[in-house]
Structure formats: structure tokens, C-alpha cells
């Protein structure tokens, strides 16, 4: 049992005169809904506990409020191992823990659901969830055709005044204009719930449904999310549901039964709760441990406004191992998961990480799949990446490279998420892909080439594109989480951001020229293998600044008047060249042109060709089309005209981040973006 702290006779006077306001010792059920400590408002206000404890004879509350007295606020049986009671005068902020009575014995344990712990093994706090004024509303997270992932771990990415490890919320959040300049719509954030200790990479939960202390409080969280959201930045979070701790695992043996020495009832008491990582794998067959995975899960969605998750290793929840066998109860929990946000939320996007190149997994319930919208895709990183890091250009397979860049599940290119680093490909014995390429000179011309190459592969290729941290800026060595991000790269290799930059905005059409890459076709035309050049084609309808003509030189040796076809004649125009010499000093600047394709030299199995020069590990975007002309922000709906209906567009989307009708990009439509519109009424594009 731990210690409980030492209270002083004024506070045991104080206590004593709680206890009686807050109602008698002999309690009855809550009557109002909920889990966990729920405030209330009164007349009395006050707060409603309520905990799942089975196997207990008697339950109560102790805390703060009653100066940790464990007799004097009992809790009710409703039934179905649930207990509850009411206790007015019990406001947010008061620390409490449940005290669970069996035959045998007695134990101090903190709230399962509890929505903030004063640290892993501290108490559990009340927290009022209305609290929070949200200033962004009506966010939407961009198409999945256009968005961009950018994962991050918040222990190491924001800098801290005086560079002490971890980093919080807030330090995160000023970093958010960073990210909004180089284009990126979306964030992952690596698990924030409450883990031992203040240093982790997260995947180790104690809590669930508590905020890591260290980074901050449930109202810091909400913080981001408003801030981001107002940046035009969805934020993701990364649940871990395959286990749970072990350590500082208050769940562990919850009210105090189990069998075989195991976890109690949260947890399989059969070899199923083996896992990797401890024998803490939750018992998926049982009612209210489903109950308590598939809320948690809402619970970020709703509460804290996220747009979507990541669930962590999926394999460990539908099978016992890397090589089964199946758990049946696993599989339709992930279902369930899957229906409830489709049910109330579906433009909220669920990624799998599996890593087993399962089309079941992104597959809707109703077919029998488990219902996630796309999924880490490991067919796409395992070739790319070795062929990135390969030093021989000889060894380099331009056909593995093709299958990486052609791999679907269920004929949906936007079913996967594609990426050459994430948190698990720069650590466990690996590190980033400029380190990779060169160990001990990351910086080398080596390094940035293949690596920038490896970038503008993931940006043009089908798929969900990614990025971990720092990668826009060349970051070094490895991924650790006693390691802070090195800001100063963003200003050394400030070319190379810039390089991302633009592939970023390509990748999502900022400049309305290269639809295709945001499209489902694609067709990889060209693979010369001794040479080491590879083209493909993306195209969402077809047309001009639809098609997008993709090249990519694999090896070291330039490539001069190289023949490659073309869908169509005209004039096709370089949008992007990675070689240029203004993405970094080092690189050759290999001339490479606007060009003429011909019907008269048809090639690669398409209507017409024409010739580029493409430098050392270089890839070229090309489109046909000008850039559309300039307009007015407060030409709201675009037609041309500002009049009564750019007016009408704002006042409808009064109050919320709509990105049309924001015409001063503020983050919120109001009396601001009125006024632009009326001051440019009558304006014609």
C-alpha cells in the first residue's frame, strides 16, 4: 500500500466539516451518468464517482475533499460490478483515489478513467471537461487525397527555455507557424497519455485517459488542437490498445482479484495476455474492457476535438503473436472501434499500423474487414528505404522500386500511408536515412541526393505521404527520446526545407498544376534498370495541370537528352527539379527545361516523347498548363465577382475556421473578413 500523505490536525478540523456538507457516510447511487469523477452542477454542485470493481465488498472514495478518508464517503453497488455515489462540494482540481475492499484485503487504487493524474503514481484529479472555451470551430480535416501527415514525438520536438528534457504542449504549439510554412495539414502525435516517469517515446500507457503530466494538462491539449486547428492542421493521436503499461499500472489487479498471478479483470488471465512488452494484454472478450478501448477512443474524438488516430501494432490486438493465433474478440473490437466513428464522426480518419500487408484490415466492417480507413504500408518503406541506403548504384532494383510505388489494398491508392521515417525506422537499431546512407556524415552530397530523392518518391507516390520530425531539415543520427530535435538545422539546411517544401505543395496542387498527384491513377511507364531511371505518370481525370509525369534518376551518373514518353503533345513544363543548386550549394544544377513532346516519336507505350536532361539522384515533376490567375481572398466563392454571394458565404460560415470565407486567414470568420468583402465589393477577377 503506498503512503498516504501526512495530514495536519487544522486540515482533519477542515476535513471533518466536508464531510458533513458533502452528505451522509451512508450514500446512495448517482443519478447521473458517466464514468469515472463526473462534475455536476448543482444547487449543490458537486462531482459523480462511478468505477467498475466487480470482485470489491465495498468501495469509497477518499481525496482531498475529505482529507483522505477512507470511511467517510461510501460508494453504492448498481449492479453489474459497477458502484457510484454523489458528493457535493467536490469541485475540479480536488485529488481523490478509490478504496477497494475485498474478503481479503484492501487497496488504494487510482481511477481508471481518470482525465488527469498529478503523475504515474500520484493521485487522480478532477477535471471539468466544459472548462475549455474553444475558439476554432467547425474545423475539417483536409481530403485524405491531399493530406500530408507530419508525426511527432512532443517530449523532444519543442525547445524548452533552458533545453531540459521534456518538452510540452506549449513549447509544441509554438512551433505550429513552422509547420503550417512548410505545407503540412495534419499531425501525428506519438502517444501523449500518462506513462511512467516524464521521459518515454509513450508506448507504454499507465492511463489511458489521462494527460502525461509532463506535457501539460487536459486544457493544454485542447490548447494545440484549437491552435493547430486554427493553422488549418489536423491533429492525430497514436492509442496504444495492445497492451498497457506494465509499470506504474494502476489497472493491473484492479480490485485486487486474479488468477494465475495475472492482471485481474482488466486483462486475459490466459497465455493471450502475453505480450512483446508484459503480460498486460486486455481482455478483449469482456464487456467493460471493450467498453472502456472503444470509448477511450471516442473520448479523444470528442472531447478533445482530434481528427482521427492511429492505433499502435494492431497485429498484437487481433492476434497472440507475430504468427497467431487469431483472437476473434480482438478483430471485432477493432470493428466496433471502426463503426462508432464512422456512426457520429466520418470524416475522422483511422489508420492502422499492422505491418502484415493485410487488405482485410482497411476492408468495411460490412464486407467483414476491420473497418480502419488506411494503414502503414510496409510494402511501400522496406524496398524504398533499402534502395535509398544500397551504396552501389549497381544494386539498386528499379522494378522493386516500381512494385513499391504501384502497391494498393482493395484498389485504393489512399489506403495506406507511405514514408521513409517514422519513429520506429529511426531507432531500434536503424536511424535516419541521411545517416543511414553515410554514418558519421549525414551531411555528406551522398546523403542529402539520396534522401531528398527518397522524400520526392513518397510525395509523388499514391498514397497517404508522411514525415517524422526534423526529416524536412536533414536531422541526424537517431531517434531517441532523452534527444531533442536540433533547430539549428532548420537554419543550415534551410535549402533543403525549402525543397520540401515545394514537394509538399506540389503534392497537395497548391498551385492547381499537379491534380494528378492527388489523384487514384497511376502507371509507372518507364523502368531502365541498367540505368537506373524510372518515370511514371499520375493523373486523377486527365488533362492539363491534371497529368503529372514523374522522373527519377537512381544513380549517381547524370542523365543527358533522355527520352522518355509522354501522354500527350505540347509543351510540358518543370515544376520541380530537385538538383537545383538554390535547395543546396552542393548540388549541380543540372539544366533541365521546359520541352516539346512530339506524336511523332511515340514511347513507352504512350502517344508521344520527348527528351530532359535529369541530374545525379534527381527527380523532375513535370505538368503541362499555366498557373491560374491571381484572385481576390474575398472573391469568397471564387466565381469571379465579389457581390452578395461572397457575402452571404462569410455570414453562413460566421464563427468558424472555413478556410474560403477566411479571407484574412485569422483562423475564425468574422467582422474582419466582413469588412474585406464589403471594401472590395464589386471587384472582378
Request: proline letters at 5%; glycine letters at 10%.
Amino acid at each position: 500500500m503506498r503512503t498516504l500523505p501526512r495530514i495536519s490536525r487544522a486540515l482533519r478540523i477542515l476535513s471533518l466539516a466536508v464531510v458533513c456538507a458533502s452528505g451522509p457516510a451512508f450514500a446512495s447511487i448517482s443519478t447521473h451518468p458517466g464514468i469515472g469523477a463526473i462534475p455536476y452542477v448543482g444547487p449543490p454542485a458537486g462531482t459523480s464517482f462511478r468505477v467498475w470493481a466487480p470482485n470489491a465488498s465495498a468501495v469509497r472514495v477518499a481525496g482531498t475533499f475529505n482529507a483522505w478518508n477512507s470511511t467517510t464517503h461510501p460508494l453504492t453497488a448498481e449492479g453489474d460490478g459497477y458502484w457510484s455515489t454523489d458528493v457535493n462540494y467536490v469541485y475540479a482540481g480536488a485529488q481523490y483515489k478509490f478504496v477497494i475492499t475485498t474478503a481479503s484485503s484492501t487497496v488504494w487504487k487510482n481511477d481508471a478513467r481518470a482525465r488527469q493524474v498529478t503523475n504515474s503514481v500520484g493521485n487522480s484529479v478532477v477535471y471539468l471537461p466544459t472548462a475549455y472555451n474553444w475558439q476554432t470551430n467547425g474545423f475539417q480535416i483536409a481530403n485524405w487525397n491531399e493530406l500530408v501527415i507530419y508525426e511527432l514525438h512532443l517530449g523532444t520536438f519543442g525547445q524548452t527555455p533552458d533545453g531540459v528534457l521534456p518538452a510540452n504542449f506549449d513549447e509544441a504549439k509554438a512551433k505550429l507557424d513552422d509547420l503550417k510554412d512548410l505545407g503540412i495539414n495534419a499531425i501525428e502525435l506519438m502517444p501523449f497519455c500518462e506513462f511512467p516517469q516524464s521521459v518515454s517515446w509513450g508506448y507504454n500507457p499507465s492511463y489511458p485517459y489521462a494527460i502525461e503530466s509532463a506535457y501539460g494538462t487536459p486544457a493544454d491539449l485542447k490548447e494545440f488542437v484549437d491552435a493547430a486547428h486554427a493553422r488549418g492542421i489536423a491533429v492525430l493521436s497514436d492509442l496504444v490498445f495492445n497492451h498497457l503499461g506494465p509499470n506504474d499500472l494502476d489497472l493491473w489487479q484492479y480490485d485486487a482479484w486474479s488468477t494465475k498471478g495475472l492482471g485481474g479483470i482488466y486483462f486475459f488471465q490466459d497465455s493471450r495476455a502475453n505480450t512483446p512488452w508484459g503480460n498486460t494484454r486486455p481482455d478483449y472478450g469482456r464487456n467493460e474492457v471493450r467498453s472502456y478501448i472503444r470509448d477511450n477512443v471516442m473520448y479523444w474524438l470528442d472531447e478533445f476535438r482530434l481528427d482521427g488516430h492511429r492505433i499502435d501494432g494492431a497485429k498484437y490486438i487481433r492476434k497472440v503473436d507475430q504468427f497467431g493465433p487469431d483472437i476473434p474478440e480482438g478483430w471485432s473490437l477493432l470493428q466496433w472501434m471502426n463503426d462508432s466513428v464512422n456512426a457520429t464522426a466520418p470524416n475522422k480518419i483511422s489508420i492502422c499500423e499492422d505491418l502484415d500487408n493485410n487488405a482485410w484490415l482497411t476492408k468495411p466492417t460490412g464486407a467483414g474487414g476491420a473497418g480502419f480507413d488506411t494503414q502503414w504500408d510496409a510494402q511501400f518503406y522496406s524496398p524504398i528505404r533499402s534502395n535509398l541506403i544500397t551504396p552501389n548504384d549497381s544494386d539498386r532494383n528499379m522494378n522493386a522500386v516500381k512494385s513499391a510505388i504501384l502497391a494498393q489494398y482493395n484498389a485504393d491508392s489512399f489506403q495506406r500511408v507511405i514514408y521513409t521515417e517514422s519513429h520506429d525506422e529511426v531507432a531500434n537499431g536503424q536511424s535516419r536515412v541521411p545517416e543511414q546512407i553515410w554514418p558519421g556524415n549525414a551531411a555528406s552530397w551522398y546523403s542529402k541526393k539520396r534522401s531528398t530523392l527518397g522524400a520526392a518518391v513518397v510525395m509523388t507516390s499514391p498514397g497517404i505521404p508522411m514525415l517524422f520530425m526534423g526529416q524536412e531539415f536533414l536531422e541526424d543520427g537517431w531517434f531517441a527520446d532523452t534527444d531533442p530535435l536540433d533547430w539549428s538545422k532548420r537554419t543550415t539546411f534551410a535549402g533543403i526545407r525549402s525543397m520540401y517544401q515545394a514537394l509538399i505543395g506540389l503534392r497537395k496542387n497548391t498551385g492547381g498544376l499537379t491534380r494528378g498527384l492527388t489523384g487514384q491513377n497511376t502507371n509507372v511507364y518507364h523502368v531502365n534498370n541498367s540505368l537506373k531511371v524510372i518515370a511514371s505518370h499520375r493523373w486523377m481525370n486527365g488533362g492539363v495541370g491534371d497529368d503529372t509525369i514523374v522522373v527519377m534518376n537512381w544513380s549517381t551518373t547524370p542523365r543527358n537528352g533522355y527520352r522518355i514518353g509522354f501522354p500527350r503533345d505540347g509543351r510540358w513544363k518543370v515544376r520541380f527539379n530537385s538538383d537545383w543548386n538554390g535547395y543546396d550549394g552542393s548540388f549541380a544544377n543540372t539544366t533541365t527545361l521546359d520541352l516539346d513532346a512530339s506524336y511523332s516519336s511515340p514511347w513507352d507505350g504512350l502517344a508521344a516523347s520527348g527528351t530532359l536532361n535529369i541530374g545525379a539522384y534527381t527527380c523532375v515533376i513535370l505538368s503541362q498548363g499555366d498557373p491560374p490567375p491571381v484572385g481576390n481572398p474575398a472573391d469568397v466563392d471564387g466565381s469571379g465577382t465579389i457581390d452578395a454571394a461572397d457575402l452571404a458565404a462569410v455570414l453562413n460560415a460566421w464563427g468558424t475556421s472555413n478556410a474560403a470565407a477566411d479571407v484574412n486567414d485569422s483562423g475564425t470568420v468574422d467582422a474582419s473578413d466582413l469588412a474585406l468583402v464589403l471594401g472590395a465589393w464589386g471587384w472582378q477577377g
